[in-house]
């Protein structure tokens, strides 16, 4: 029993070690994606490009383009005509404009804001708002961020690039592996040989599982290392949480690999029903709080929906498990149904 | 069959249902030991659903047997133990070695790790294969790939080995090399289950079954049925008894 184990797990071991490419891509892809959305994609606005039209100098106009200037988020553009700045939006010169008034001695503003990106836009017209007003406000207000005092975006993103990777990774690679051997045949030879069902499906699942522990230490190191998330106790929970997770993806593709009869399918299957939700739907990019309810509902039936937000809790925020039951709870309900079903499934064909 | 010889398949009245559809309808059927049993019949007759069920890997809507002297309901499990399987596309892993295949399939069937090394240097002695044992098979040829498969489904020295279809696409010297080795086991005891397209193959076999909307419409030897049906050849036989067929594609 023990030798057959093992000799199902050295088969899988070298067709992944033989398949070179597949394992680079799968080992670099969570680095490329880490790194990039850590430093090159963020959501901070820098390098707002403002111009600004007074209509009539004081010494208030002068303090408030000052501000402007000496803040690091703008680049000053010059003075302006009304009549130019319409121009100058257009041809993306300028990404803002501010009109300056003074009507009865007080000074008033107005922003013009190219909403094309509305990201942008929104960002730029609360920082522009923050900067001119400032002088003006009556009573400071103190903005205390907590869990990520200086706002990263890597903060952000990192559990959703978890929650996306594990998904890819252990659901894409196990349901191709074994859709593959179904389409060569060689999954007919196991079934008929003495090898008990749940030696196969082990033997096909402990060896990505391993392959996924892997890349989970990687992607730990990376995030507290380079990408500078805060280290301490709690990264026992954010490993026992993600191992439930990977568990929830393997057991995924091997109920998408009882279901497609092809490697392309299995692909299609996987891309379609995991990755876009994962993007769209899983708070990953888009907060589930803005969505219309029945996307929300949609989103609860979504694992990484439910890992991403115990991520945050734990790696961000780094409270201790007792914050994230729900999400665990409903985790583990979920990777016991599937699993469930995808050993059903498996040993439906008497 | 011969009167004193002794059974290793027998079935009786084995039917399966899918639904309303009848796959396999009252099949019964005894094969000796060392027979070379061919099993014959259109596409969609009901073959491959047929030796699914004596192979162990789909039970029966009705009807029974025992193959190799286990009952193929209640033993199936003991059933894989003592036959050996060899696919269409004669599968195998295709990123593994030569002797990394042969290893594998070998310890599935419960070999201990010195018996595989001795009998598979036996086999790649015999073969001509020696200096193959390290390639990948994907890079050997198809009639290499071929025997190869026969190897793996045989080295744990099965009391039946079920070969599906084996000779697809293999052009006809090479398919003649494999019907020697075929013949070889034979000769040890071993008995073949065989399922072909080749009628030309029907002939070597010792009896033959024809199988036609999932009953069998046809079971002695080739010499006999062509007698029976007045046929030069099996081809004729075959165009005979199938040509009432509704199934098949």
Same mark, same amino acid.
């Given at each position: 029993m023990s030798t057959i *184990?093992?000799?199902?797990?050295?088969? /899988?071991?070298?067709?992944? #070690?033989?398949?070179?490419? +597949?394992?680079?891509? !799968?080992?670099?892809?969570?680095?490329?994606?880490?790194?990039?959305?850590? *430093?090159?994609?963020? +959501? /901070?606005?820098?390098?707002?490009?403002?111009? $600004?039209?007074?209509?009539?100098?004081?010494? /208030?106009?002068r303090q408030a383009i000052d501000r402007l200037r000496a803040n690091p988020y703008f680049t000053f553009c010059g003075i302006a005509t009304h009549s130019e700045v319409e121009e100058l939006l257009r041809k993306g010169k300028v990404d803002a404009a501010v009109v300056l008034r003074t009507e009865n001695g007080k000074l008033t503003h107005q922003i013009i804001v190219d909403a094309s990106n509305t990201t942008m836009a929104q960002t730029s017209t609360a920082y522009i708002e923050s900067v001119i007003s400032n002088s003006s406000a009556g009573v400071p207000v103190v903005a205390n961020t907590l869990y990520n005092p200086q706002l990263k975006s890597?903060?952000?993103?990192?559990?959703?690039?978890?929650?996306?990777?594990?998904?890819?990774?252990?659901?894409?690679?196990?349901?191709?592996?074994?859709?593959?051997e179904k389409e060569t045949g060689t999954m007919n030879l196991l079934l008929v040989s003495p090898v008990r069902p749940r030696t196969i499906i082990l033997g096909k699942l402990v060896p990505y599982f391993l392959l996924s522990c892997i890349i989970?230490?990687?992607?730990?190191?990376?995030?507290?290392?380079?990408?500078?998330?805060?280290?301490?106790?709690? $990264?026992?929970?954010?490993?026992?949480?993600?191992?439930?997770?990977?568990?929830?993806?393997?057991?995924?593709?091997?109920?998408?690999?009882?279901?497609?009869? +092809?490697?392309?399918?299995?692909?299609? #299957?996987?891309?379609?029903? *995991?990755?876009?939700? !994962?993007?769209?739907?899983?708070?990953?990019? *888009?907060? !589930? /709080?803005?969505?219309?309810?029945?996307?929300?509902?949609?989103?609860?039936?979504?694992p990484a929906r439910w890992y991403i937000s115990a991520m945050r809790v734990l790696m961000i925020q780094q409270l201790p498990v007792g914050y994230v039951l729900t999400e665990v709870s409903v985790l583990l309900g979920m990777t016991l149904a599937v699993l469930a079903l995808a050993i059903k499934k498996f040993n439906a064909k008497k | 069959m011969m009167d004193n010889m002794e059974t290793v398949i027998s079935v009786n009245g084995l039917t399966k249902q899918f639904g309303s559809f009848t796959a396999v309808d009252h099949i019964t059927l005894q094969v000796g030991r060392g027979e070379i049993f061919g099993f014959l019949g259109a596409n969609g007759a009901g073959k491959t659903t047929a030796m699914r069920m004596l192979c162990g890997l789909s039970y029966p809507t009705a009807g029974g047997g025992t193959v190799a002297g286990f009952d193929i309901v209640s033993q199936a499990e003991e059933i894989k133990r003592h036959?050996?399987?060899?696919?269409?596309?004669?599968?195998?892993?295709?990123?593994?070695?030569?002797?990394?295949?042969?290893?594998?399939?070998?310890?599935?069937?419960g070999m201990a790790s010195k018996d595989i090394k001795s009998k598979a240097e036996e086999v790649f002695k015999t073969l001509g294969m020696e200096n193959m044992r390290n390639t990948l098979v994907k890079e050997i040829p198809l009639g290499w790939k071929q025997k190869l498969a026969f190897t793996a489904a045989t080295l744990h020295s099965p009391d039946i080995v079920f070969l599906d279809e084996p000779t697809g696409g293999v052009d006809p010297a090479t398919r003649r090399k494999f019907w020697e080795m075929i013949y070889r086991a034979s000769s040890q005891g071993m008995t073949i289950f065989v399922t072909t397209h080749y009628l030309d193959e029907a002939e070597y076999c010792s009896r033959i079954s024809i199988m036609v909307d999932g009953r069998i419409k046809a079971l002695d030897s080739p010499a006999?049925?062509?007698?029976?049906?007045?046929?030069?050849?099996?081809?004729?036989?075959?165009?005979?008894v199938a040509k009432d067929a509704k199934r098949s594609d």
């Open positions: *184990f093992q000799s199902l797990i050295k088969k /899988e071991v070298l067709h992944l #070690v033989r398949d070179f490419r +597949t394992v680079t891509v !799968v080992l670099v892809m969570p680095v490329v994606l880490l790194l990039l959305f850590g *430093f090159a994609i963020s +959501t /901070e606005v820098n390098n707002v490009n403002v111009a $600004v039209v007074v209509e009539r100098h004081t010494d /208030e106009t890597a903060y952000h993103f990192v559990p959703g690039i978890m929650g996306m990777i594990f998904i890819l990774i252990c659901a894409m690679m196990t349901s191709v592996s074994i859709v593959s989970l230490t990687l992607v730990l190191a990376l995030s507290y290392t380079v990408l500078g998330l805060p280290f301490s106790a709690s $990264v026992v929970n954010v490993v026992w949480v993600t191992i439930l997770y990977i568990v929830l993806a393997l057991s995924l593709g091997l109920l998408i690999s009882t279901i497609a009869s +092809t490697q392309v399918a299995a692909l299609l #299957v996987s891309g379609v029903m *995991f990755m876009i939700p !994962v993007v769209l739907l899983s708070g990953m990019i *888009f907060p !589930v /709080e803005n969505m219309p309810l029945p996307l929300q509902w949609l989103s609860c039936i979504i | 036959i050996g399987y060899m696919s269409q596309r004669f599968s195998l892993y295709e990123n593994l070695t030569v002797w990394e295949n042969l290893n594998l399939f070998a310890t599935i069937y006999r049925l062509k007698e029976q049906y007045c046929a030069a050849t099996m081809d004729e036989v075959f165009r005979i």
